[in-house]
């Protein structure tokens, strides 16, 4: 791999450090977000709490219930972003290489 990165000329090797850089930082910020988006997500087992009786109305269970489904829609767009980016990294180093 690295005797492939020695027959590159200089503009092709900056740009694959360039952009493997790049898609590495965007995947880590992308996994961080991931990490505090699915941290913020109410678990769905209710555990102890299925035994007592709850008292919230219906309005504010719709509201925890678009909240969450919101919390949940961004995971899954960030998760899917971290993907493709690590597609995108690969795609730059065979292109490249």
Do not use: H, P
Not at 60 to 87: D, H, P, Q
């Amino acid at each position: 791999m690295f005797a492939n990165l020695l027959a590159l000329n200089e503009t092709q090797y900056i740009i694959y450090w360039i952009g493997m850089i790049t898609c590495l930082v965007l995947i880590f910020l992308a996994a961080l977000v991931a990490i505090f988006l699915v941290l913020f997500q109410k678990s769905n087992s209710d555990g102890i709490q299925g035994i007592t009786a709850s008292s919230e109305t219906f309005f504010g269970k719709n509201r925890g219930r678009s909240i969450e489904s919101k919390l949940k829609k961004w995971s899954w767009i960030v998760l899917g972003a971290i993907g493709v980016l690590s597609i995108v990294a690969y795609v730059i180093q065979i292109v490249t290489l």
